[in-house]
């Protein structure tokens, strides 16, 4: 542990000015650093439920379990590490949970924070696991859980690496909710004790329905009748590729961009801009000029745009990112569309290839291709997204499950019942 928390600290100091100066010149905005470095007041959660979330996904993570979770007079508060999931989680949660920063992994940050918020039990989502919160944690006599858990390829080999120095703090782990079988083995064979690993599903199918779109009126009046691709969660080189493959089609759609990152709103914009691509942005007070792109520059209304589309595609799968996380166009009855990159979404992408919910593509070509052969067949595309919201309602469960898990770890005086939201 000596030798993590060395090099913990002088990561953190080599980063930090890297960070600083992506910021200041128009990068991605820093988080709370203050609070991360335990300098701000934490809420008291006397024994409560303490979600770290990382950024806007997981954030969505914990709302959903936070709905499913009825534990009787007990505080619920929510870590995050990012300026984005900070934005949303005071707009989503207020109310509800109260929400900090989740502090770096260094013994006086994590002193301070487990010390003030005085957790019952912790629940990090996903892929967070910090050794030395875990350590900490384990030593104020807090269970450390790991829900929605997913150890993606790319994880599973960098963790695999270093398996024999992981083992000691997966171990401190009380409880390993994972998403799949899969995720399931990959986490034993890291060295997480078995009896303690349980499947429990995608929290992200437990999302409640979005409310209806906010600037619905102005977006159908730009679109002037043409069908509505919802682009959600690009990243960066993916909206030159939809440009040019929806410049390939001869009847041509109104393409929504939702670029992924608060810090690319405008870059986009100067990419549209450069293109002679006339559009409007969320964030613009501006009537209904006509346009070929509607740029959502906001954070937490894709789900919602999502119901204004006719088909969808998710970001960060034409390049090397990942993916995104499909589930919230098909909740909204959005067939979908994804690049070949879709690695931390493997099940969910394989499940919705597999009914016929999720087409891949593989550069702009073949994305024109199947933009043409879905909009102009909208009663077999309507019909696929019909399915894909019956396969989310199909598919709900994992947040009751984590919560009745969750409550058996938590400390006595905030024990309680739990429900499906």
Known sequence: MLLYRALAAASLAAYAPWALLRSLTGGKRLGDIRGRLGKRPYPDLAGGVWIHAVSVGEVGVARNLLRALILPDTRFGVSVSTAAGRDLAERTLAGRADVFAFPFDLAGPVERALTAVRPGVVALTETEIWPLFIERAQRHGVPVALVNGRISE????????????????????????????????????????????????????????????????????????????????????EELVLLEAL??????????????RPERFESVAALLESRGVPYVRRSSADATPPAAVYLLDSIGELGSAYREATVAFVGRSLIPGGGQNPIEAWAAGVSVLAGPHMENFRDVAASGEALGILRRVSDGASLARELEAALSSPRETAGRGADASRFVAESRGAAAATAQALAALASPASRGRTSSP
């Open 154 to 237: 790319r994880s599973f080999q960098r963790y695999g690496r270093v398996r024999r120095w992981l083992a000691p703090t997966l171990n401190r782990i009380a409880l390993f909710a994972m998403q799949s079988e899969e995720d399931a083995r990959r986490i034993v064979h890291l060295g997480a004790p078995a009896a303690r690993v349980r499947v429990f599903g995608n929290l992200k199918y437990d999302l409640p329905e979005a409310p209806p779109f906010a600037d619905a009126q102005r977006l159908r009046a730009v679109a002037a009748g043409r069908p509505i691709v919802v682009a959600g969660s690009t990243g960066e080189g």
């Open 247 to 260: 410049e390939r089609l001869e009847k041509k759609p109104f393409l929504v961009l939702a670029p992924r």
